[in-house]
């Protein structure tokens, strides 16, 4: 265990106390949904987003409970897209964390809806934040929509969905995995710059780490895929298929080298992020 590793364990229970304790503050939010997305949430995860959120948030001089309410709802949104994303008419995947997926707990419409309850909560938890200024609410909401949306994630949804059973370069599937994966990362930093109060010189270059991070992270993702034989996506076609193992490590290496090159010239005290850029690529699940 290195020393950064508490702080960073701290981080996470935090989160997990505060996913819980929003969902249990929507009282007026229809009780099957909530059941439904506490389901979806008790199922572990590994929190990255979030805890991307508060580490940039602190390495700039904030509290974690000015940014805390910003990145759980960076977390429901993620998990939103890992429901609808297991449905039959996307992956098709029957289980998720090691249980059983959300459409097979409960019905496909349950999953739809409760992926939709979980994206529209997390815009509410934004605009009800006691911690964040109007200025920063209207900051993160753009933050986070285009992160998630048709300039993001979802347009790398479709992507993907379309590239299905093709036979794609390099430079293609490295499009999908930008705005599939890394956008929705990207996101996750330049919040934590908006909760601290960042220039907007400092938040455009969160933004760029946390695309080279979050590509990082997809090609690091193949591999792991690769290794437990887990089915791939894109029809067989990842970075493994195209650029084997080996490769595929070397190109993740030098997007975290060039991604720690950028968080070094930073202001603040970058080591907690530094210290996590390198586990979110060198990990093992
Ligand atoms: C359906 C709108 C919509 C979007 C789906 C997130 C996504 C887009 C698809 C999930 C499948 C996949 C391989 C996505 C790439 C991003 C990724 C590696 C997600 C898994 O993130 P982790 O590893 O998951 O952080 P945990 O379980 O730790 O939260």
Known sequence: MTTLEPALQTKIDTVEKRLQSLLSMDTAGYAPLREAARY?????????????????????GGQDETALDAACAMEYIHNYSLIHDDLPCM?????????????????????????????TYAFE?????????????????????????????????????????????????????????????????ELGGICAGASSEVRQELHAIGLLLGHAFQIVDDVLDDEQD????????????????????????????ESLAKIAKLPGNTAILADLAERLVHRTV
């Open 230 to 257: 887990a089915q791939p996506d894109n029809g067989g076609v990842n970075y493994v298929a195209l650029l084997g193992r080996d490769e595929s490590w070397t190109a993740a290496e030098k997007l975290l080298q």
């Open 125 to 189: 938890v934004i605009a009800q934040s006691a911690t964040l200024s109007a200025q920063q609410k209207v900051d993160a909401s753009r933050c986070l929509a285009q992160g998630s949306g048709g300039v993001g994630m979802i347009a790398g949804q479709a992507m993907d969905l379309e590239a299905e059973g093709q036979d794609l370069s390099v430079a293609q599937l490295d499009a999908i995995h930008l705005h599939k994966t890394a956008c929705l990362i990207a996101a996750a930093m």
């Open 91 to 119: 992956d098709d995947d029957d289980f998720r964390r090691g249980r059983p997926s959300l459409h097979k707990q409960y019905s496909e419409s349950v999953a739809v809806l409760t992926g939709d309850y979980l994206l």
């Open 40 to 60: 979806a949430l008790d199922g572990g995860g590994k929190r990255l987003r979030p805890v991307l959120t508060l580490v940039v948030n602190e390495a700039l």
